[in-house]
């Protein structure tokens, strides 16, 4: 007979306002600089993990095919060292956005198996704890254990026990929007988050210089939520990624995600601040253009973007949950 152990979870994607990129250490998956996020509801992952004593490796199903285990392998490697088992792991994930959208998140994916992973595994860990798991999967993960916004600290302990996210405010305290432009028919994006950062790290000039301006920012965002001020906090958004941009484009030879219609976008939401639209522009490692916007101007933001060529789809998202359980499917 053979014994199984499963639990289920869902997490939600989220979207640095103030951006990671760049690690201090590779191993451990500590991140150069602190980094402050807003968890979105409408881009969630549901993953279901079973420890399987019939199984002879680790199995990994996405949408409903079987899929390249990747890194999941040895991530899960931690978890078993963690509960002393050493049992594979059937792992069987769904997002409930296109995967194909190249809005495929890494953040929701490790959140949610590291809610799901130690459950099943018979653990019973914290949120920062579950954080510090997450992050040895994937940087951003860290962040989507928390909902609303969340601040990821990049630490100073070489072993990373103190580079940790943290919930800086809850998602009903302030109704923000943030509304996606899915632009370039969801192609798969180019170079990865992973290598580009670490090529940015060793190539560009700029590197040092988008380092150096993280502290300030995070100081200024976290003002700015405390406070409500979406101008600021918006201010603080668009510069973090056009800085983090930058540095990118200054690589050598260049790392540039945008394309034509991201250069639209960015356009178009220019026309709508100028008209008096709280509308502030981020992009991460792709070409899709997310705009922090508030409940009364996301409307018009998403009809100003839906019009434009290249875009292929516009999703409106609240702030989101936390990573959680979710009952047994049994
Ligand atoms: C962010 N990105 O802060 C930044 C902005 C992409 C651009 O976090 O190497 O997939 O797995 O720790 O978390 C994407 O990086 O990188 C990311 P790893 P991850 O959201």
Redesign the pocket.
């Known amino acids: 007979m053979t014994s199984t152990k499963s639990a289920t979870a869902q997490a939600c994607a989220?979207?640095?306002l103030v951006?990671?990129?760049g690690?201090r250490d590779s191993a451990l998956?500590l991140?150069a600089a602190s980094?402050l996020?807003l968890t979105l509801d409408a881009l969630r992952t549901t993953t279901t993990v079973t420890f399987d004593d019939g199984l002879t490796g680790d199995e990994f199903e996405l949408d409903g095919q079987a899929a390249a285990t990747g890194r999941l392998g040895p991530w899960l490697d931690l978890v078993r060292k963690r509960a002393d088992i050493t049992t594979f792991a059937r792992v069987v994930s769904e997002n409930n956005f296109p995967t194909a959208s190249g809005l495929a998140s890494?953040?929701a994916a490790f959140a949610a198996l590291a809610v799901a992973a130690t459950e099943a595994a018979g653990l019973s860990l914290g949120r920062t704890e579950l954080s510090e798991l997450a992050?040895r999967?994937?940087?951003?993960?860290a962040r989507s254990i928390f909902g609303g916004f969340a601040l990821m600290h990049r630490g100073e302990r070489c072993d990373g026990t103190d580079c940790v996210a943290e919930e800086l405010l809850a998602r009903d305290e302030w109704p923000l929007r943030m509304v996606i432009a899915v632009v370039g028919g969801g192609k798969k994006k180019s170079v990865s988050?992973?290598d580009a950062?670490d090529h940015c790290a060793e190539t560009s000039p700029l590197y040092q210089a988008w380092i150096g301006c993280v502290a300030k920012d995070i100081d200024d965002a976290s003002s700015a939520i405390m406070s409500r001020d979406l101008s600021a906090l918006g201010a603080v958004t668009q510069g973090s990624a056009m800085a983090?941009h930058a540095a990118a484009m200054a690589s050598r030879p260049p790392v540039r995600y945008w394309q034509p219609s991201t250069l639209r976008c960015l356009d178009a939401v220019e026309a709508l601040q100028e008209s008096g639209l709280h509308a502030y522009p981020t992009m991460?490692?792709g070409p899709h253009v997310k705009v922090l916007t508030n409940e009364e101007h996301c409307e018009e933001v998403a009809t100003g973007l839906r019009q434009l060529e290249g875009v292929s789809g516009v999703i409106i998202s609240h702030a989101g949950p936390g990573a959680h359980l979710l009952p047994s499917a049994e």
């Open positions: 989220n979207i640095a951006k990671y990129w690690k998956n991140p980094s996020s890494s953040a992050r999967g994937s940087g951003s993960a988050s992973r950062m983090m991460d490692a």
